[in-house]
């Protein structure tokens, strides 16, 4: 699953110009470029060079992301979607369990592809998978694991209730694009337990 989407990306990036590579993502702060530099940071991370590179980045996860980005960034759009598709066969991963690679791919596929008007219709079970691993994640590991106490998440398109709480409902994706620090994602939901995640809870 995890290279199926990334597959699909790459066919995506491929159809961009110059000009949608720099615009700006869902991620703070980063360009669709950044994303995919980011993601080529990831595929080539294995559990030693994560654990080398967060020392390095004296424990700080967004200062060792900071530091993947500007490695794997391309001096062109071209030249760093070349280096995504050399890696996205790979099979390393960081420490972490299997299904964050694919909460990577799909939450940052996410992050590129709704500011540039693309759309993806994406496995079901991958973005099922991808919400459960979010919901038992600590907020301090980019999870909604503590948030889960006080909102419950009620998916419309799946069988798939979690927490416990003020109702949110919504699609899969968009109930995991919320957990994950997304707030465009919030205009999609419905319910009482909205304001909870529009507060952080």
């Given at each position: 699953?995890?290279?199926?989407?990334?597959?699909?990306?790459?066919?995506?990036?491929?159809?961009?110009?110059?000009?949608?590579?720099?615009?700006?993502?869902?991620?703070?702060?980063?360009?669709?470029?950044?994303?995919?530099?980011?993601?080529?940071?990831?595929?080539?991370?294995?559990?030693?060079?994560?654990?080398?590179?967060?020392?390095?980045?004296?424990f700080?996860?967004?200062?060792?992301?900071?530091?993947?980005?500007?490695?794997?960034?391309?001096?062109?759009?071209?030249?760093?979607?070349?280096?995504?598709?050399?890696?996205?066969?790979?099979?390393?991963?960081?420490?972490?369990?299997?299904?964050?690679?694919?909460?990577?791919?799909?939450v940052?596929?996410?992050d590129?592809?709704?500011?540039?008007?693309?759309?993806?219709?994406?496995?079901?079970?991958?973005?099922?998978?991808?919400?459960?691993l979010?919901?038992?994640?600590?907020?301090?590991?980019?999870?909604?694991?503590?948030?889960?106490?006080?909102?419950?998440?009620?998916?419309?398109?799946?069988?798939?209730?979690?927490?416990t709480?003020?109702?949110?409902?919504?699609?899969?994706?968009?109930?995991?694009?919320?957990?994950?620090?997304?707030?465009?994602?919030?205009?999609d939901?419905?319910?009482?337990?909205?304001?909870?995640?529009?507060?952080?809870?």
């Open positions: 699953m995890v290279h199926a989407e990334r597959a699909a990306l790459i066919e995506d990036l491929a159809r961009l110009d110059d000009e949608q590579w720099e615009k700006p993502s869902l991620c703070e702060g980063w360009t669709v470029h950044d994303v995919v530099a980011h993601l080529v940071d990831t595929a080539r991370t294995t559990r030693l060079g994560f654990v080398v590179g967060l020392a390095r980045a004296r700080d996860f967004d200062r060792q992301n900071a530091v993947g980005v500007t490695r794997e960034r391309g001096a062109t759009p071209q030249a760093t979607l070349e280096r995504l598709r050399r890696v996205a066969p790979r099979r390393t991963t960081p420490p972490a369990p299997l299904d964050s690679r694919l909460v990577e791919e799909v940052h596929g996410e590129i592809r709704r500011p540039l008007g693309l759309t993806r219709s994406y496995p079901p079970e991958a973005v099922v998978r991808s919400l459960r979010q919901t038992r994640t600590p907020a301090s590991f980019g999870g909604a694991k503590e948030l889960l106490t006080r909102v419950q998440l009620k998916a419309t398109d799946a069988d798939l209730t979690l927490g709480g003020p109702e949110a409902r919504g699609s899969t994706l968009s109930l995991l694009l919320a957990v994950s620090g997304r707030r465009v994602a919030l205009g939901l419905v319910g009482p337990g909205v304001a909870m995640l529009t507060t952080g809870g």
